[in-house]
């Protein structure tokens, strides 16, 4: 489902990401570790399109995504560690504008799914700017979920949750992996993310150090 060869993203000099490859398969729960900047973020918004590779390829289910972005990124969704809401949008609008961008056929079903699911339907008509940390993270995991990404890439997505929304959390992610989508979730902490993921990828200073199963 991805496929990172020789990714390798250099600021002038400096080196963020050195030469990284490696694949993530459908089914599968990646865990992306490593200490602040050892190039997790930079990776993500790579596959994610948002900054070009200084070298190297990034395959979502086959599209590249520099020469064929719009079919990589119909098929993955990225989420920030400090999602971006917009502010003035209610929790339902922003999951109406996602279906509009992405043509989902059953928003009216799917959406009210994924909202009792994250215990968000008291919060269905509350602009963004009105939620806590923790509600905009589960609305953007919400946002998300809505166009069934065949690739998912969550930044720090347990951050601010509480507990019971840590579980759903990582309950709604087992789930997408049964589904046979590819997950990608990173963190600083092993205790976090431990027995959630099928597979841990540790970075420092933008190298691979290790990947295999926990
Ligand atoms: P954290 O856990 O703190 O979020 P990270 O592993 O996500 O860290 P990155 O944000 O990918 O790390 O940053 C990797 C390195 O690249 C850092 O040294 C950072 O300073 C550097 N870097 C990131 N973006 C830029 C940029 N636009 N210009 C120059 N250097 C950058």
Redesign the pocket.
């Known amino acids: 489902m991805l496929d990172v060869i020789d990714y390798h993203k250099a600021?002038g000099d400096?080196v963020?990401v050195d030469s990284l490859s490696f694949g993530v398969e459908g089914g599968q729960i990646v865990g992306l570790l490593?200490p602040?900047?050892?190039?997790?973020?930079?990776t993500m918004r790579a596959i994610a399109g948002i900054i070009p590779p200084t070298r190297g390829q990034l395959k979502v289910d086959g599209f590249e995504i520099t020469a064929d972005p719009v079919g990589a990124k119909k098929r993955l969704a990225y989420v920030p560690?400090d999602p971006r809401l917009f502010e003035t949008l209610t929790v339902w609008e922003h999951l109406q504008f996602i279906a509009t961008a992405y043509e989902v056929p059953d928003l009216d079903v799917y959406g009210q799914v994924l909202l009792e699911k994250f215990e968000l339907t008291e919060k269905r008509d509350t602009l963004a700017q009105e939620l806590s940390r923790g509600m905009r993270q589960k609305v953007a995991i919400c946002c998300a979920y809505l166009h069934r990404p065949r690739l998912l890439l969550l930044d720090e997505p347990l951050t601010g949750l509480d507990p019971r929304g840590i579980r759903t959390m990582k309950q709604s992610l087992v789930e997408q992996a049964a589904l046979g989508n590819a997950v990608v979730i990173s963190s600083?902490l092993l205790s976090l993310v431990e027995g959630l993921c099928t597979h841990l990828l540790i970075v420092n200073r933008g190298k691979k150090l290790f990947l295999g199963s926990p």
């Open positions: 600021y400096f963020a490593g602040n900047g050892a190039g997790k973020t930079t560690d600083h």
